[in-house]
Protein backbone atom coordinates (compact mmCIF):
# COMPACT_ATOMS: atom_id res chain seq x y z
CA UNK A 1 0.00 0.00 0.00
CA UNK A 2 1.33 3.30 -1.12
CA UNK A 3 0.51 6.19 1.43
CA UNK A 4 1.68 8.81 -1.33
CA UNK A 5 2.53 10.10 -4.69
CA UNK A 6 4.78 13.00 -5.09
CA UNK A 7 5.67 14.32 -8.73
CA UNK A 8 9.29 16.42 -8.57
CA UNK A 9 10.97 18.86 -11.23
CA UNK A 10 14.69 19.00 -11.39
CA UNK A 11 15.04 21.67 -8.74
CA UNK A 12 12.96 19.76 -6.19
CA UNK A 13 9.87 21.75 -6.70
CA UNK A 14 6.57 19.66 -5.86
CA UNK A 15 4.40 19.32 -9.46
CA UNK A 16 1.44 16.86 -7.87
CA UNK A 17 1.16 15.87 -4.78
CA UNK A 18 -1.27 13.32 -3.40
CA UNK A 19 -1.46 11.95 -0.12
CA UNK A 20 -3.84 8.79 0.26
CA UNK A 21 -3.05 7.77 4.18
CA UNK A 22 -2.69 9.78 7.30
CA UNK A 23 0.38 8.34 8.20
CA UNK A 24 2.35 10.58 5.77
CA UNK A 25 2.82 14.48 6.39
CA UNK A 26 3.84 17.34 4.85
CA UNK A 27 7.53 16.43 5.97
CA UNK A 28 8.04 13.39 3.87
CA UNK A 29 7.70 15.78 0.71
CA UNK A 30 10.90 18.13 2.19
CA UNK A 31 12.60 14.70 3.13
CA UNK A 32 12.84 13.55 -0.44
CA UNK A 33 14.05 16.91 -2.05
CA UNK A 34 16.94 17.42 0.75
CA UNK A 35 18.17 13.44 0.77
CA UNK A 36 17.85 12.55 -2.55
CA UNK A 37 17.16 15.22 -5.39
CA UNK A 38 19.80 17.95 -3.41
CA UNK A 39 22.00 15.29 -2.26
CA UNK A 40 25.89 16.05 -2.10
CA UNK A 41 26.30 12.39 -3.65
CA UNK A 42 24.29 10.87 -6.33
CA UNK A 43 21.93 8.47 -5.23
CA UNK A 44 22.11 5.28 -6.54
CA UNK A 45 19.50 3.05 -5.07
CA UNK A 46 16.53 3.59 -6.19
CA UNK A 47 14.74 2.71 -2.72
CA UNK A 48 16.05 5.54 0.50
CA UNK A 49 14.54 5.00 4.02
CA UNK A 50 14.59 7.86 6.18
CA UNK A 51 13.15 7.97 9.27
CA UNK A 52 11.00 4.94 9.19
CA UNK A 53 9.80 5.93 5.67
CA UNK A 54 10.58 4.05 2.73
CA UNK A 55 10.67 6.62 -0.84
CA UNK A 56 10.71 4.62 -4.20
CA UNK A 57 11.53 6.76 -7.10
CA UNK A 58 12.20 6.79 -11.17
CA UNK A 59 13.30 9.49 -13.11
CA UNK A 60 12.05 10.10 -16.53
CA UNK A 61 14.25 13.14 -18.15
CA UNK A 62 14.41 15.93 -15.46
CA UNK A 63 11.05 14.64 -13.82
CA UNK A 64 11.33 12.45 -10.43
CA UNK A 65 8.12 10.20 -9.53
CA UNK A 66 8.22 9.02 -5.88
CA UNK A 67 5.97 6.59 -3.59
CA UNK A 68 5.98 7.30 -0.16
CA UNK A 69 5.28 4.66 2.35
CA UNK A 70 5.55 4.05 6.08
CA UNK A 71 4.83 0.05 5.36
CA UNK A 72 6.91 -3.18 4.46
CA UNK A 73 5.42 -3.55 1.14
CA UNK A 74 6.55 -5.29 -1.99
CA UNK A 75 9.17 -2.99 -3.75
CA UNK A 76 8.29 -5.15 -7.20
CA UNK A 77 4.95 -4.07 -7.06
CA UNK A 78 5.32 -0.40 -6.43
CA UNK A 79 8.03 0.39 -9.43
CA UNK A 80 5.79 -1.85 -11.71
CA UNK A 81 2.99 0.38 -10.65
CA UNK A 82 5.34 3.72 -11.07
CA UNK A 83 5.99 2.28 -14.27
CA UNK A 84 2.37 1.88 -15.38
CA UNK A 85 1.82 5.28 -14.44
CA UNK A 86 4.51 6.72 -16.72
CA UNK A 87 2.76 4.71 -19.84
CA UNK A 88 -0.80 6.08 -18.70
CA UNK A 89 0.57 9.98 -18.45
CA UNK A 90 2.42 9.02 -21.79
CA UNK A 91 -0.57 7.83 -23.37
CA UNK A 92 -3.01 10.70 -22.53
CA UNK A 93 -0.26 13.78 -23.33
CA UNK A 94 3.11 12.09 -25.06
CA UNK A 95 6.68 13.13 -23.30
CA UNK A 96 6.54 13.25 -19.80
CA UNK A 97 8.45 16.99 -18.90
CA UNK A 98 7.22 19.66 -16.82
CA UNK A 99 5.69 21.79 -19.19
CA UNK A 100 3.36 18.94 -19.78
CA UNK A 101 2.84 18.07 -16.22
CA UNK A 102 1.98 21.97 -15.65
CA UNK A 103 -0.37 21.88 -18.54
CA UNK A 104 -2.37 18.47 -17.24
CA UNK A 105 -2.19 18.97 -13.83
CA UNK A 106 -6.04 18.59 -13.32
CA UNK A 107 -6.63 15.73 -15.63
CA UNK A 108 -3.23 13.90 -13.53
CA UNK A 109 -5.24 13.91 -10.46
CA UNK A 110 -7.51 12.81 -12.02
CA UNK A 111 -5.96 9.55 -12.98
CA UNK A 112 -4.73 9.75 -9.83
CA UNK A 113 -8.15 8.99 -7.89
CA UNK A 114 -8.95 6.59 -10.53
CA UNK A 115 -5.66 4.44 -10.39
CA UNK A 116 -4.88 3.98 -6.78
CA UNK A 117 -7.74 4.23 -4.11
CA UNK A 118 -6.70 4.38 -0.28
CA UNK A 119 -2.90 3.82 -1.51
CA UNK A 120 -3.86 0.35 -2.72
CA UNK A 121 -3.86 0.25 -7.02
CA UNK A 122 -6.97 -0.24 -8.66
CA UNK A 123 -7.61 -0.20 -12.68
CA UNK A 124 -4.20 1.27 -14.42
CA UNK A 125 -5.26 0.19 -17.94
CA UNK A 126 -5.11 2.87 -20.57
CA UNK A 127 -7.94 1.37 -22.88
CA UNK A 128 -10.61 1.37 -19.88
CA UNK A 129 -9.26 4.51 -18.11
CA UNK A 130 -9.64 6.73 -21.60
CA UNK A 131 -12.86 5.29 -22.01
CA UNK A 132 -14.43 7.44 -19.34
CA UNK A 133 -11.69 9.83 -18.58
CA UNK A 134 -10.69 12.46 -21.26
CA UNK A 135 -7.87 15.55 -21.53
CA UNK A 136 -11.11 17.75 -20.65
CA UNK A 137 -12.54 15.69 -17.68
CA UNK A 138 -15.29 13.23 -17.42
CA UNK A 139 -17.47 12.14 -20.17
CA UNK A 140 -21.09 13.19 -19.95
CA UNK A 141 -22.27 9.16 -20.00
CA UNK A 142 -25.44 7.58 -20.93
CA UNK A 143 -26.92 4.99 -18.94
CA UNK A 144 -25.50 2.57 -21.56
CA UNK A 145 -22.18 4.06 -21.33
CA UNK A 146 -22.32 4.23 -17.90
CA UNK A 147 -23.15 0.37 -17.54
CA UNK A 148 -20.20 -0.67 -20.08
CA UNK A 149 -17.84 1.45 -17.54
CA UNK A 150 -18.83 -0.03 -14.59
CA UNK A 151 -18.68 -3.68 -16.72
CA UNK A 152 -15.17 -2.94 -17.48
CA UNK A 153 -13.83 -1.37 -14.42
CA UNK A 154 -15.73 -4.49 -12.07
CA UNK A 155 -15.54 -6.90 -14.82
CA UNK A 156 -12.55 -9.97 -15.71
CA UNK A 157 -12.32 -8.09 -19.27
CA UNK A 158 -10.83 -4.34 -18.37
CA UNK A 159 -8.55 -4.34 -21.07
CA UNK A 160 -11.10 -4.65 -24.12
CA UNK A 161 -14.59 -2.76 -24.51
CA UNK A 162 -17.40 -4.56 -26.64
CA UNK A 163 -18.89 -3.48 -29.66
CA UNK A 164 -15.07 -2.96 -31.66
CA UNK A 165 -15.68 -3.32 -35.72
CA UNK A 166 -13.01 -3.11 -38.00
CA UNK A 167 -13.50 -4.01 -42.20
CA UNK A 168 -10.82 -6.11 -42.21
CA UNK A 169 -9.72 -8.09 -39.34
CA UNK A 170 -6.07 -8.65 -38.70
CA UNK A 171 -3.52 -9.76 -36.93
CA UNK A 172 0.19 -8.66 -37.05
CA UNK A 173 2.75 -10.73 -34.29
CA UNK A 174 6.30 -9.72 -33.80
CA UNK A 175 8.72 -12.06 -32.00
CA UNK A 176 12.16 -9.70 -30.86
CA UNK A 177 14.92 -11.51 -29.51
CA UNK A 178 17.78 -9.80 -28.17
CA UNK A 179 20.69 -11.99 -27.87
CA UNK A 180 23.30 -11.66 -24.99
CA UNK A 181 26.79 -13.16 -25.52
CA UNK A 182 30.26 -13.40 -23.38
CA UNK A 183 32.79 -15.18 -25.35
CA UNK A 184 36.40 -15.76 -24.71
CA UNK A 185 39.30 -15.18 -27.06
CA UNK A 186 39.32 -18.73 -27.63
CA UNK A 187 35.82 -18.91 -29.10
CA UNK A 188 35.02 -20.35 -25.96
CA UNK A 189 30.88 -19.60 -24.70
CA UNK A 190 31.38 -18.03 -21.40
CA UNK A 191 27.69 -17.28 -21.53
CA UNK A 192 24.54 -16.50 -23.11
CA UNK A 193 21.03 -15.91 -22.43
CA UNK A 194 18.20 -14.57 -25.16
CA UNK A 195 15.76 -12.39 -23.93
CA UNK A 196 12.61 -12.10 -26.22
CA UNK A 197 9.52 -11.08 -26.14
CA UNK A 198 6.19 -11.05 -28.20
CA UNK A 199 4.35 -7.70 -29.71
CA UNK A 200 0.97 -8.20 -30.69
CA UNK A 201 -1.29 -5.50 -33.12
CA UNK A 202 -4.67 -6.79 -32.76
CA UNK A 203 -7.47 -5.22 -35.27
CA UNK A 204 -10.36 -7.57 -34.61
CA UNK A 205 -14.34 -6.87 -34.68
CA UNK A 206 -16.01 -7.95 -31.50
CA UNK A 207 -14.66 -9.99 -28.47
CA UNK A 208 -12.33 -12.84 -29.96
CA UNK A 209 -10.48 -15.54 -28.22
CA UNK A 210 -7.32 -16.32 -29.52
CA UNK A 211 -5.26 -19.31 -29.54
CA UNK A 212 -1.65 -19.32 -29.27
CA UNK A 213 0.85 -22.39 -29.85
CA UNK A 214 4.61 -22.11 -29.76
CA UNK A 215 7.35 -24.51 -29.92
CA UNK A 216 7.98 -24.65 -26.16
CA UNK A 217 9.78 -27.95 -24.97
CA UNK A 218 7.02 -28.26 -22.46
CA UNK A 219 3.96 -27.53 -24.49
CA UNK A 220 5.65 -30.26 -26.91
CA UNK A 221 5.69 -32.75 -24.09
CA UNK A 222 2.31 -31.86 -23.06
CA UNK A 223 1.42 -33.34 -26.92
CA UNK A 224 3.12 -36.11 -26.21
CA UNK A 225 1.27 -37.58 -23.51
CA UNK A 226 -1.54 -37.63 -25.91
CA UNK A 227 -3.96 -35.18 -24.62
CA UNK A 228 -5.80 -33.77 -26.89
CA UNK A 229 -4.34 -30.29 -29.03
CA UNK A 230 -4.71 -29.08 -31.98
CA UNK A 231 -1.55 -31.47 -33.54
CA UNK A 232 -0.74 -34.25 -32.87
CA UNK A 233 2.81 -33.84 -33.24
CA UNK A 234 4.54 -35.37 -29.95
CA UNK A 235 8.55 -34.00 -28.40
CA UNK A 236 9.81 -37.12 -29.75
CA UNK A 237 7.96 -36.92 -33.17
CA UNK A 238 9.37 -33.46 -33.45
CA UNK A 239 12.14 -34.59 -32.51
CA UNK A 240 12.47 -37.11 -35.16
CA UNK A 241 11.52 -35.16 -37.64
CA UNK A 242 14.36 -32.69 -37.08
CA UNK A 243 11.99 -29.73 -35.36
CA UNK A 244 13.51 -27.42 -33.49
CA UNK A 245 12.37 -27.36 -29.97
CA UNK A 246 12.92 -23.91 -27.79
CA UNK A 247 13.42 -24.65 -23.98
CA UNK A 248 12.13 -21.11 -21.92
CA UNK A 249 13.54 -21.24 -18.77
CA UNK A 250 10.72 -18.40 -17.53
CA UNK A 251 8.30 -16.89 -18.83
CA UNK A 252 5.98 -13.62 -18.40
CA UNK A 253 2.34 -12.91 -19.86
CA UNK A 254 0.06 -10.17 -20.41
CA UNK A 255 -3.16 -9.69 -18.11
CA UNK A 256 -5.11 -11.48 -20.93
CA UNK A 257 -3.55 -14.62 -20.98
CA UNK A 258 -5.77 -17.27 -18.87
CA UNK A 259 -2.95 -19.33 -16.52
CA UNK A 260 -5.09 -22.11 -16.03
CA UNK A 261 -5.06 -22.82 -19.23
CA UNK A 262 -1.78 -22.66 -19.71
CA UNK A 263 -1.07 -24.67 -16.34
CA UNK A 264 -4.02 -27.76 -17.40
CA UNK A 265 -3.42 -27.76 -21.16
CA UNK A 266 -0.40 -26.09 -21.92
CA UNK A 267 -1.93 -23.74 -24.27
CA UNK A 268 -2.22 -19.92 -24.39
CA UNK A 269 -5.53 -18.69 -24.81
CA UNK A 270 -6.33 -15.34 -24.39
CA UNK A 271 -8.76 -12.23 -25.30
CA UNK A 272 -6.54 -9.81 -26.68
CA UNK A 273 -6.35 -5.68 -25.81
CA UNK A 274 -7.81 -3.32 -29.10
CA UNK A 275 -4.22 -2.24 -30.76
CA UNK A 276 -0.46 -3.51 -29.74
CA UNK A 277 0.29 -4.54 -26.77
CA UNK A 278 3.14 -7.45 -25.16
CA UNK A 279 1.49 -10.92 -25.21
CA UNK A 280 4.42 -12.14 -23.15
CA UNK A 281 8.07 -12.03 -22.51
CA UNK A 282 10.34 -14.85 -22.12
CA UNK A 283 14.20 -16.03 -21.38
CA UNK A 284 16.55 -18.96 -22.76
CA UNK A 285 20.05 -20.03 -22.25
CA UNK A 286 19.99 -23.29 -24.24
CA UNK A 287 20.82 -24.23 -27.72
CA UNK A 288 20.64 -20.68 -28.97
CA UNK A 289 21.90 -19.32 -32.95
CA UNK A 290 24.30 -17.02 -32.32
CA UNK A 291 24.21 -15.32 -35.35
CA UNK A 292 27.87 -13.86 -35.61
CA UNK A 293 31.16 -14.71 -34.47
CA UNK A 294 34.29 -12.63 -33.98
CA UNK A 295 37.71 -13.75 -33.77
CA UNK A 296 40.02 -11.19 -32.11
CA UNK A 297 43.79 -11.21 -32.60
CA UNK A 298 45.72 -8.71 -30.84
CA UNK A 299 49.63 -8.42 -31.00
CA UNK A 300 51.86 -6.01 -29.20
CA UNK A 301 54.87 -4.77 -30.96
CA UNK A 302 57.06 -3.15 -28.28
CA UNK A 303 55.34 -0.02 -26.53
CA UNK A 304 54.45 2.15 -28.91
CA UNK A 305 52.99 -0.04 -31.67
CA UNK A 306 49.92 -2.70 -31.45
CA UNK A 307 47.97 -4.51 -34.21
CA UNK A 308 45.23 -5.62 -34.43
CA UNK A 309 42.86 -7.96 -37.06
CA UNK A 310 39.35 -8.97 -36.14
CA UNK A 311 37.64 -12.04 -38.51
CA UNK A 312 33.32 -11.50 -38.52
CA UNK A 313 31.72 -14.16 -39.49
CA UNK A 314 27.57 -14.78 -40.48
CA UNK A 315 26.52 -18.45 -38.77
CA UNK A 316 22.80 -18.61 -40.21
CA UNK A 317 21.26 -19.84 -43.66
CA UNK A 318 22.66 -17.56 -46.84
CA UNK A 319 19.77 -16.53 -48.09
CA UNK A 320 19.14 -14.11 -45.06
CA UNK A 321 20.48 -10.58 -44.78
CA UNK A 322 21.92 -9.21 -41.69
CA UNK A 323 21.14 -5.37 -40.88
CA UNK A 324 22.71 -2.88 -38.99
CA UNK A 325 26.15 -4.48 -38.29
CA UNK A 326 28.43 -2.30 -35.72
CA UNK A 327 31.81 -3.66 -34.47
CA UNK A 328 33.46 -1.47 -31.61
CA UNK A 329 37.19 -2.47 -31.09
CA UNK A 330 38.42 -0.62 -27.79
CA UNK A 331 42.24 1.07 -28.08
CA UNK A 332 44.11 2.20 -25.21
CA UNK A 333 44.12 5.65 -23.90
CA UNK A 334 47.51 6.61 -25.35
CA UNK A 335 46.40 5.91 -28.63
CA UNK A 336 47.98 8.61 -31.14
CA UNK A 337 47.11 7.19 -34.47
CA UNK A 338 45.10 4.33 -36.19
CA UNK A 339 45.60 2.90 -40.12
CA UNK A 340 42.96 0.59 -40.65
CA UNK A 341 42.09 -1.54 -43.76
CA UNK A 342 38.42 -2.91 -43.96
CA UNK A 343 37.30 -5.66 -46.54
CA UNK A 344 33.38 -4.40 -46.10
CA UNK A 345 32.01 -1.49 -44.99
CA UNK A 346 33.11 1.47 -43.63
CA UNK A 347 35.71 1.73 -39.99
CA UNK A 348 36.86 4.63 -38.30
CA UNK A 349 38.71 5.38 -35.43
CA UNK A 350 36.78 7.73 -32.58
CA UNK A 351 38.83 9.20 -29.90
CA UNK A 352 36.41 10.25 -28.13
CA UNK A 353 35.17 6.65 -27.68
CA UNK A 354 38.76 5.23 -27.46
CA UNK A 355 37.49 2.95 -29.94
CA UNK A 356 37.45 1.71 -33.40
CA UNK A 357 33.73 1.79 -35.11
CA UNK A 358 33.07 -0.84 -37.58
CA UNK A 359 30.08 -0.21 -39.76
CA UNK A 360 28.42 -2.58 -42.08
CA UNK A 361 25.14 -1.94 -43.63
CA UNK A 362 24.28 -5.89 -45.24
CA UNK A 363 25.59 -9.45 -44.35
CA UNK A 364 24.71 -12.39 -45.91
CA UNK A 365 24.79 -15.53 -44.33
CA UNK A 366 27.97 -17.73 -44.24
CA UNK A 367 30.01 -15.42 -44.99
CA UNK A 368 33.29 -13.82 -43.56
CA UNK A 369 35.05 -10.57 -44.02
CA UNK A 370 37.75 -8.90 -41.82
CA UNK A 371 39.60 -5.42 -40.46
CA UNK A 372 43.34 -5.02 -40.01
CA UNK A 373 44.21 -2.07 -37.78
CA UNK A 374 48.06 -0.74 -36.98
CA UNK A 375 47.83 1.55 -33.76
CA UNK A 376 50.67 4.02 -32.84
CA UNK A 377 50.86 4.43 -29.15
CA UNK A 378 52.53 7.62 -26.99
CA UNK A 379 55.12 6.42 -24.66
CA UNK A 380 53.69 6.38 -21.03
CA UNK A 381 55.42 6.00 -18.40
CA UNK A 382 52.93 3.98 -16.48
CA UNK A 383 53.90 -0.11 -16.46
CA UNK A 384 50.32 -0.59 -15.98
CA UNK A 385 49.33 -3.11 -18.79
CA UNK A 386 46.20 -1.97 -20.57
CA UNK A 387 43.56 -4.45 -19.66
CA UNK A 388 41.96 -5.12 -23.11
CA UNK A 389 37.94 -4.17 -22.96
CA UNK A 390 36.16 -7.21 -24.83
CA UNK A 391 34.94 -6.21 -28.58
CA UNK A 392 31.05 -5.09 -28.63
CA UNK A 393 28.97 -5.53 -31.38
CA UNK A 394 25.25 -4.88 -32.54
CA UNK A 395 22.80 -6.07 -35.31
CA UNK A 396 20.20 -6.84 -36.38
CA UNK A 397 19.09 -10.22 -38.28
CA UNK A 398 15.49 -11.58 -39.31
CA UNK A 399 15.12 -14.86 -37.63
CA UNK A 400 14.67 -15.84 -33.93
CA UNK A 401 18.00 -16.85 -32.44
CA UNK A 402 16.43 -19.03 -29.65
CA UNK A 403 14.41 -20.96 -32.39
CA UNK A 404 11.50 -19.78 -31.27
CA UNK A 405 8.71 -20.44 -33.72
CA UNK A 406 4.92 -19.37 -33.85
CA UNK A 407 3.31 -22.98 -34.28
CA UNK A 408 -0.50 -21.44 -35.08
CA UNK A 409 -2.65 -18.56 -33.89
CA UNK A 410 -5.71 -19.61 -34.39
CA UNK A 411 -9.35 -16.42 -34.04
CA UNK A 412 -12.55 -17.69 -33.01
CA UNK A 413 -15.25 -15.46 -32.84
CA UNK A 414 -18.92 -17.02 -32.40
CA UNK A 415 -21.00 -14.06 -31.96
CA UNK A 416 -19.86 -12.13 -35.17
CA UNK A 417 -19.78 -13.71 -38.97
CA UNK A 418 -16.48 -14.53 -39.58
CA UNK A 419 -14.09 -17.43 -38.69
CA UNK A 420 -10.43 -17.92 -38.50
CA UNK A 421 -9.80 -18.01 -42.23
CA UNK A 422 -10.89 -14.63 -42.89
CA UNK A 423 -8.51 -13.12 -40.37
CA UNK A 424 -5.21 -11.96 -42.13
CA UNK A 425 -1.90 -12.82 -40.40
CA UNK A 426 1.35 -11.72 -40.49
CA UNK A 427 4.06 -12.95 -38.40
CA UNK A 428 7.95 -11.32 -38.17
CA UNK A 429 11.06 -12.56 -35.95
CA UNK A 430 13.48 -10.17 -35.45
CA UNK A 431 16.95 -10.82 -34.07
CA UNK A 432 18.61 -8.31 -31.95
CA UNK A 433 22.22 -7.88 -30.10
CA UNK A 434 22.29 -6.67 -26.64
CA UNK A 435 24.93 -7.09 -24.80
CA UNK A 436 27.23 -9.18 -27.67
CA UNK A 437 31.07 -9.03 -26.23
CA UNK A 438 34.18 -10.97 -26.87
CA UNK A 439 37.25 -10.63 -24.94
CA UNK A 440 40.36 -10.19 -26.44
Known sequence: MIGGLFVYNHKGEVLISRVYRDDIGRNAVDAFRVNVIHARQQVRSPVTNIARTSFFHIKRANIW?????????????????????????????????????????VLIYELLDEI??????????????????????IKSASKEEQAQITSQVTGQIGWRREGIKYRRNELF??????????????????????????????YLSGMPECKFGINDKIVMEAKGKGNGGISGNTDSDGARAGKPVVVIDDCQF???????????????????????????????????????????????????????????????????????????????????????????GKAKYKASENAIVWKIKRMAGMKETQLSAEIELLETDTKKKWTRPPISMGFEVPFAPSGFKVRYLKVFEPKLNYSDHDVIKWVRYIGRSGLYETRC
Open 173 to 202: LDVLEYVNLLMSPQGQVLSAHVAGKVVMKS
Open 254 to 344: HQCVKLSKFETEHSISFIPPDGEFELMRYRTTKDISLPFRVIPLVREVGRTKMEVKVVLKSNFKPSLLGQKIEVKIPTPLNTSGVQLICLK
Open 116 to 137: LDFGYPQNSDTGVLKTFITQQG
Open 65 to 105: LAAVTKQNVNAAMVFEFLLKIIDVMQSYFGKISEENIKNNF
